[in-house]
């Protein structure tokens, strides 16, 4: 839990320090403090203008000295900096990134927690035994191309249809850049497929599968849906695409595609102008609305969430007020049964020791070294390495580098024991706490997220962002209370009462795990639905472009 070095009135200045060996802290003052502020206890006075969130030497530092923050180095400093000096990244040299051998594996063990019962939601129950926390028809595209055509169809969907079948949630096209024009053999193809075959099985989609197909494109329908993989609704009932042939649709058409699975391809003869391809994309999501019309919400545990955790636009604010919080809450879902992700591979990498000390198996444990050195050697290929993460938001939030930045995003994955590592691209088979390994961009991060099955996200962000995702609700936590002040309507919690001294890190874990029993049993709605904020699909695709 953070220390505050002192607790005077609001106006006076106020510094937080995360470890006691830290000899920076950072300024929690709206507008940062002048140049000749006195820190609480007189000891320290600004040499600079400090701005909010920013490091200010507590001690004098030698050239070459340490500079610390969460008790760990996150830069060494250039040059000396005096006492009451600003600290930011212009005066750090970055330390190296810490090697993979010789790692602690598996040496952690906490005592169990006691399980947290008794607390559950309203949500939909699949054929497959999973949940979701909305009703959506989600309609599949295996290429751009068809991207326009779609989202025509959509739009005619939600004015024409939806209003006949009220439980039904929203449509939503699964929009990618995928499927042509890629090298569809290379070894890392395998990455983006996988990513479209798992979201379009997210339990927010009911076990209903339609696709829409150009007809030449590289990524077929049958490659996207191997026949004997996918669940599919039909008018007989639940069942498994299999090679047996496959009714036609109401009106005659025949459906195309592999197996069972249902596709309208627009380059089939039987559509003669653009109209014959949307009504035959009418036609046949209203049979999807039908049945998933039928659906109602039930009882369920709290067990059955699946939630994955990220930030964006991060802040200093990011690890002393929102990660922390989102850790407890982490900490409360593996003890209620959930499953939860925690992702963002550079965000991550240089706290790598303390995942691995974590790892409930020393196969566990190999299995996050195993992803970040493929992710190392991915970096490799584009000539950066991980410090090309930071943002200029992140440095202008006080972050001086990735190291610092880290440290703070780790912190959402709490204190569980870390039970299973997933690729880019899999699908979560395991409860408890798992690393899903991502990039760390916000848009990719999340579709991954999506596919490994989440059914609700929650998002922190210190600078701010309006990013939402259509398919799952998005609960989005401001790190600082000038943030939820001014975007009060795109907010959904504010941990900046932490820093404030008004909530502790236990309160706001507590509220934020409650919220999230309200939004995934529909009680609430986040600012991103209401305002219908919903970012694209960003496929992670490694392998080459022809």
Same mark, same amino acid.
């Given at each position: 839990? =953070?220390?505050?070095? +002192?607790? %005077?009135?609001? *106006?006076?200045? @106020?510094?937080? $320090? ?5 000899? !920076? &802290? ?7 403090? =002048?140049?000749?502020? +006195?820190? %609480?206890?007189? *000891?320290?006075? @600004?040499?600079? $203008? ?5 490091? !200010? &030497? ?19 400093? @250039? ?468």
């Amino acid at each position: 839990m =953070p220390e505050t070095l +002192a607790s %005077p009135p609001a *106006a006076a200045p @106020l510094t937080i $320090r995360m470890h006691a060996a830290d000899n !920076v &802290a950072i300024v929690a003052n709206d507008g940062g403090l =002048p140049a000749g502020t +006195a820190l %609480p206890g007189g *000891a320290v006075v @600004l040499r600079d $203008r400090v701005p909010q969130g920013h490091k !200010v &030497a507590l001690v004098d530092l030698a050239r070459g000295a340490a500079v610390l923050r969460y008790g760990v180095p996150i830069g060494h400093a @250039l040059d000396p900096i005096p006492a009451g000096s600003w600290v930011h990244e212009r005066l750090l040299q970055m330390p190296e990134a810490r090697g993979l051998e010789n790692l602690p594996m598996a040496t952690v063990k906490p005592e169990p927690q006691p399980p947290l019962e008794g607390y559950t939601f309203e949500g939909y129950r699949n054929p497959d035994g999973s949940v979701g926390t909305r009703n959506i028809l989600a309609i599949t595209q295996t290429v751009q191309c068809v991207a326009g055509v779609t989202d025509f169809a959509v739009k005619r969907i939600k004015a024409e249809l939806l209003p006949k079948y009220p439980h039904v949630d929203d449509v939503v096209a699964l929009e990618h850049g995928y499927g042509c024009g890629v090298a569809i053999d290379a070894p890392d193809a395998v990455i983006p497929i996988r990513t479209l075959r798992h979201i379009s099985l997210n339990p927010n989609f009911g076990g209903e599968v339609m696709v829409v197909s150009l007809g030449c494109e590289k990524l077929q329908p049958e490659r996207l849906f191997p026949s004997d993989a996918i669940p599919i609704q039909n008018a007989r009932g639940t069942g498994f695409a299999g090679p047996q042939g496959v009714p036609p649709l109401p009106g005659g058409e025949p459906r195309s595609g592999a197996g069972g699975l249902d596709t309208v391809c627009l380059q089939d003869d039987a559509h003669v102008g653009f109209m014959s391809m949307v009504e035959s994309i009418l036609r046949q999501a209203e049979e999807h609305l039908k049945r998933l019309n039928a659906r109602q919400r039930v009882t369920v545990p709290a067990s059955e969430l699946v939630v994955g955790v990220q930030c964006g636009g991060s802040d200093a604010f990011s690890g002393v007020t929102a990660n922390p919080a989102v850790g407890f809450c982490t900490d409360l879902l593996v003890r209620a049964g959930a499953s939860v992700m925690f992702s963002e591979t550079t965000e991550v990498r240089d706290g790598i020791a303390q995942l691995t000390a974590r790892a409930t198996t020393p196969e566990v444990a190999q299995a996050m070294v195993r992803e970040m050195a493929w992710y190392d050697a991915y970096l490799k290929r584009g000539s950066v390495d991980r410090s090309a993460n930071t943002t200029p938001g992140n440095k202008k939030g006080g972050l001086s580098n990735i190291v610092e930045k880290a440290m703070g995003s780790i912190v959402k994955s709490g204190s569980a024991p870390i039970s299973n590592v997933l690729s880019p691209g899999e699908k979560l088979k395991a409860k408890g706490l798992t690393y899903a390994a991502t990039p760390a961009s916000d848009f990719i991060c999340g579709t991954l997220q999506l596919a490994a099955g989440m059914n609700l996200h929650v998002f922190t962000t210190g600078r701010g962002t309006p990013y939402g995702l259509a398919p799952v609700p998005v609960i989005k936590v401001a790190t600082r209370s000038d943030l939820a002040r001014r975007w009060h309507d795109l907010m959904d919690l504010n941990a900046g009462t932490i820093a404030d001294g008004t909530a502790s890190i236990e309160d706001v874990g507590w509220a934020l795990f409650h919220l999230m029993l309200d939004v995934a049993s529909g009680r609430r709605q986040t600012w991103a639905e209401r305002w219908k904020l919903h970012n694209a699909l960003v496929l992670f695709n490694p392998a080459p472009v022809t």
